[in-house]
């Protein structure tokens, strides 16, 4: 389906009542394929939550790179500062806030490393001045200057100059498996509707609640 084609609605969605819906992931694709047609850009841009290892939470913006019924996949620098905090604690939450569409996304669970075969796959996809970006960037360590950041990429940009790039060790992505998935739209007067599912462990069943806003 072309981005500009009209979308068909289901009608738990139409019915003007996502709250009946029993699947958090289906109600997650729905919401998700709106804000693609309506965001001006980046609908799949989320906050990534992690904490350090004294606890202290710390947040950032990556892309949605891949959604199916395991989580929510992500790519970066996995020696970058959320690269070793998530190595030490395995657990993030994830935040999407459309603000076309005025709904919020809240995505809570552990969190795995996507298979080096998953890997390869996504970074074969990236432009080759993105991958030569990957192995030129040492993510979140301190850089001396501009000047010598071009250097880096210079360097391997003539380093892989001519054939394919391969993808730096330390670059890979990561899953975040949900064990709570909550939905939040706006309604008139701040009367808002807010769903929660929750589900004790992976592979459990799901169960809905809905939330005083
Ligand atoms: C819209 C947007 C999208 C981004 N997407 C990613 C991404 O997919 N992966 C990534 O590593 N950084 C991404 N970044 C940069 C991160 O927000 C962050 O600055 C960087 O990853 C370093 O974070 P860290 O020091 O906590 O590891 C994005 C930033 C913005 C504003």
Do not use: C
């Amino acid at each position: 389906m072309s981005d500009t084609a009209p979308i068909e609605y289901p009608t738990w969605l139409t019915s003007g009542d996502f709250t009946e819906v029993e699947e958090p992931f289906r109600l997650f694709d729905a919401w998700f394929a709106e804000a693609k047609r309506s965001e001006p850009r980046d609908p799949n841009a989320m906050s990534l939550a992690t904490i350090d290892a004294d606890g202290l939470p710390n947040l950032r913006t990556v892309l949605l790179k891949g959604v199916d019924e395991h989580g929510f996949s992500f790519y970066t620098n996995t020696e970058s500062q959320k690269g070793r905090e998530l190595g030490t604690a395995p657990r993030a939450a994830l935040l999407f806030y459309w603000k076309s569409l005025n709904r919020q996304v809240r995505i809570r669970g552990a969190v795995e490393r996507v298979t080096p075969a998953e890997a390869d796959a996504y970074f074969a996809t990236r432009p080759k001045q993105a991958q030569i970006g990957a192995w030129a960037s040492q993510q979140s360590r301190p850089l001396e200057s501009r000047l010598a950041f071009e250097k880096a990429i210079a360097l391997y940009g003539a380093k892989y100059v001519i054939g394919s790039v391969p993808r730096p060790p330390h670059w890979s992505g990561y899953r975040v498996l949900p064990i709570s998935m909550e939905f939040w739209h706006d309604r008139p007067y701040r009367l808002h509707d807010r769903i929660e599912f929750k589900r004790a462990e992976l592979g459990a069943a799901w169960a809905k609640t809905r939330m005083y806003p």
